[in-house]
């Protein structure tokens, strides 16, 4: 781009060096973002906060809020199920996590005609905590299950981001003990991620 502002700036062209300028502005704030999802993702099991029993939905609630631009942008729908339990991990990195999988279901989810919808769940599963966030996007084929977990890994190249988002929650998710996996089938239907975080410890002196 800056070979293609310096000819533009030679012809005088005003419109096109401003168009220029914002190309440049684009690309190197992706890669600052970029640079700082490295990092982050470098910190993650390095740098851990003192876990905390916490409630889903708190946590749920506090990546919403970061994201409501986005969800009133793409007029998404966000149906979250009653009495959700608690976790037990780093309030942080948790939110990390909600905050990447909602994200990922507002760009993804929905049709041309259908605004993204997505639901999120969860339930006790054998002394801990199985969570399902839900879309109503066009799905992610099974041969690509384990492929989207990986760095840089985008399966649609058009959709804005760095590739680093999913890496980041299995990994969480990881460092917490848990498990990450995804449902579907790719056919439309939509599409479930789901993982597992540990439960509140017993109290002292209970078996």
């Given at each position: 781009f800056l070979g293609l502002l310096e000819e533009d700036c030679l012809t005088g062209d005003?419109?096109?060096?401003?168009?220029?300028?914002?190309?440049?502005?684009?690309?190197a704030e992706t890669m600052q973002q970029l640079l700082d999802d490295l990092l982050e993702l470098s910190r993650i099991g390095r740098t851990m906060n003192p876990p905390e029993t916490l409630p889903l939905q708190v946590l749920l609630e506090?990546?919403?809020?970061?994201?409501?631009?986005?969800?009133?942008?793409?007029?998404?729908?966000?149906?979250?199920?009653?009495?959700?339990?608690?976790?037990?991990?780093?309030?942080?990195?948790?939110?990390?996590?909600?905050q990447n999988l909602v994200e990922n279901a507002l760009k993804y989810?929905?049709?041309?005609?259908?605004?993204?919808?997505?639901?999120?769940?969860?339930?006790?599963?054998?002394?801990?905590?199985?969570?399902?966030?839900?879309?109503?996007?066009?799905?992610?084929?099974p041969r690509y299950h384990e492929k989207v977990f990986g760095l840089f890994e985008r399966l649609d190249n058009k959709t804005e981001g760095t590739g680093i988002g999913l890496t980041l929650v299995k990994r969480i998710?990881?460092?917490?003990?848990?498990?990450?996996?995804?449902?579907?089938?790719?056919?439309?239907?939509?599409c479930t991620f789901c993982f597992t975080l540990p439960a509140p410890p017993a109290p002292v002196g209970t078996r």
């Open positions: 005003r419109d096109q060096i401003l168009d220029d300028i914002r190309h440049i502005r684009n690309a506090s990546a919403l809020d970061r994201l409501e631009g986005m969800i009133r942008e793409k007029n998404a729908t966000i149906a979250v199920a009653p009495d959700l339990p608690v976790v037990h991990g780093d309030r942080m990195r948790l939110v990390e996590v909600f989810g929905g049709t041309a005609t259908t605004p993204p919808h997505i639901t999120v769940e969860a339930r006790p599963v054998n002394g801990q905590v199985e969570v399902r966030v839900r879309d109503n996007g066009p799905g992610i084929p998710v990881e460092v917490h003990g848990g498990r990450i996996w995804i449902e579907s089938a790719g056919d439309g239907s939509g």
